[in-house]
């Protein structure tokens, strides 16, 4: 059976959606979604998101993810963006008016701006170590060894696994070979998207992330959220950032425990296909 979809990105970091709002409940074979991320001979995508009626009555929609390696996923910041865009040219959703979605994470806000942004409520940063999951005693940092060396970086938890390593350029040839080395760490026993974070200055931040089930992408939204949640933890950034990806550039405010964690930033259409 032909199925519908929409290829879309946010700052680069690319997606398939498809609409199963019909079709609730439907499981992907993880096989058929390595087959379509394929970008040679696939769709390509770094995530599959899907759109179908919320779990949850306090809801509108729920949107499920699945890694291009088949896996699923908790949550993608650059994802929801691209699911609140969609919703909104459906006509099922309002410009400028608060939204509650479902992820397989939990509830998070959205708002589509008037300069076709899409700003998102990102709940509060989770710095407990049970919570990553990470396989350690509470610290503000810490330290693995990996690819020969020591690597001291922060953890923390967007919805999903995330740490976070400050270096001083990010054209260093060591992050190549360390990315997919963290990831996989046995540190983190669910795996974990890892940031590398290069500081310009206290508002300004550049990063690039290796995430868990799709390798080295152009952006990753909860990855700028966990790179300015540890950056301003530890002291080193401002309640607002810009974080500078590969693909672009978000905004990400904080303003520390006790409040929740917003990321503003774009969310493009690329072409609408049958497969």
Known sequence: MATRFTKMHGIGNDFVIVDWREDAGR?????RIRALADRHTGIGFDQLISIE??????????????NADGSPAAQCGNGVRCVAAWLYRDGVIER???VRLESPSGPVTVRVLDDHNVTVDMGEPDFDPARVPLDHAPHATYTLHAGGEEVSFGAVSMGNPHG????????DPRIDHLGPLLTAHPIFPQ???IGF??????????????????GWTQACGTGACAAA???????????VV???????????????PGHTLWMTGPAAFVFEGEV
Not at 246 to 252: A, D, S, V, Y
């Open 242 to 256: 810009a974080v500078e990806l590969p693909g672009g550039t978000l905004t990400i405010e904080w303003h520390g």
């Open 197 to 214: 974070v290069q500081r310009v200055a206290t508002d300004r931040l550049k990063l690039r992330v290796h995430e868990r089930g799709s």
């Open 27 to 31: 499981v992907p074979n993880a096989a």
């Open 229 to 239: 949640a540890v950056s301003q933890a530890l002291g080193l950034a401002a309640p």
């Open 164 to 171: 976070v390593v400050f270096v001083d350029d990010l054209a």
């Open 191 to 193: 795996g974990a998207n």
């Open 96 to 98: 400028n008016e608060p």
């Open 53 to 66: 009626p919320s779990r949850d009555a306090s809801c509108a929609f729920y949107y499920g993810l699945w």
